[in-house]
């Protein structure tokens, strides 16, 4: 375990009151480590922008604790709440930049806010739309400029803080894949070469699997598992983790002939020639069902549903050899949709 820099404990967020009180969080505790990118993904209305809006007290939770740098948010005054948010900045699926300034003064506006110095502002902003690629944007209004510039340009707005964290609340939703791609790459820079923590929220997996190393999985407002991506990723053992990670959920859209099994590996075995190793070696056939496979870090993980041999001592040793292999988890398939 590395150093905490977020600990949230039991919190808990409610929305009005009486009978038509609206429980969004119940009961969470969380976990981030100085210098991860530390994916919250969920369906839509499961609790993930609530939740990282607690996270800095934008919105102030009903009960519990936010814990960051070793200091309790919940017990500070407006003042020294204002002073430590500086180190905790946030940014938007709708880029929240003011319009009627250029990229240049959009990114010095925070510094402003702290009382910097014009000149001093300006060139810190130059030297941050270097950073993220934008040189010639300085003097473009948020009009002029593409989805992802935009982003870009409220990434680096906020960095001029210096912040120790960054909370991304649904950043890449509103871009084209292509552009999402570029914007993950640039977090995953910043996470790198500036230390600063990322916190990510997201209904989307692909963006949790290309730069996260650890996730939590909310659901109806509570965190069903937590742990490393390539854990939770290759073996979900809640009903909601398997709902966001598996094809389908735990359910198959057809009705088999024959029995099926369900494989889930890790990056060791992915790329292992299961069906044609069985052919080849054990004389045993088996038909691809479904299959999904993705790339996380630098591994391969994945899962696949086969057709085991209508033979009841074929399937039983395709079974054996198949629980033997290391890395993959192997269990029938007993749910199906008709």
Do not use: W
Not at 26 to 48: H, N, P
Not at 213 to 238: C, K, M, W, Y
Not at 256 to 265: A, E, G, T
Not at 291 to 311: N, W, Y
């Amino acid at each position: 375990m590395g150093e905490p820099i977020i600990r949230i404990e039991g919190l808990c967020k409610t929305f009005g009151a009486g009978d038509g009180a609206v429980e969004a969080l119940k009961d969470i505790d969380l976990t981030v480590e100085r210098g991860d990118i530390f994916g919250i993904i969920g369906l839509s209305g499961a609790g993930k922008s609530t939740l990282v809006r607690c996270m800095n007290l934008l919105e102030k939770p009903t009960t519990g604790r936010v814990v960051v740098n070793g200091r309790d948010l919940m017990s500070m005054s407006e003042r020294e709440l204002r002073r430590e948010r500086q180190k905790i900045s946030m940014i938007f699926q709708g880029f929240n930049l003011l319009m009627q300034r250029t990229s240049l003064e959009n990114i010095c506006f925070p510094l402003e806010l702290q009382g910097v110095r014009r000149e001093e502002a300006r060139k810190k902003a130059r030297d941050l739309l270097a950073l993220v690629d934008l040189p010639d944007k300085a003097d473009a209004y948020p009009v002029q400029l593409s989805g992802g510039q935009k982003q870009r340009i409220a990434i680096a707005r906020a960095l001029a803080s210096d912040p120790e964290v960054i909370l991304c609340d649904e950043a890449t939703s509103a871009l084209d894949p292509k552009t999402t791609q570029s914007i993950l790459a640039l977090l995953k820079k910043l996470n790198r070469e500036l230390g600063v923590t990322v916190v990510v929220i997201t209904h989307e997996m692909r963006v949790v699997e290309q730069i996260c190393n650890r996730v939590a999985i909310l659901d109806g407002g509570v965190i069903q598992e937590t742990g490393l991506v390539s854990d939770v990723f290759s073996n979900p053992r809640t009903e909601a983790g398997r709902r966001l990670v598996l094809p389908d959920g735990d359910k198959i859209h057809v009705l088999p002939r024959n029995r099926l099994v369900r494989l889930v590996f890790n990056g060791s075995s992915a790329s292992l020639p299961i069906i044609s190793t069985l052919a080849i070696e054990q004389g045993i056939k088996l038909s691809v069902i479904e299959a999904d496979t993705r790339s996380i870090g630098e591994k391969t993980f994945g899962s696949m549903v086969l057709g085991l041999p209508e033979d009841e001592t074929e399937a039983a040793r395709a079974l054996i050899y198949l629980r033997e292999i290391p890395g993959v988890t192997a269990e029938e398939v007993t749910e199906y949709v008709q």
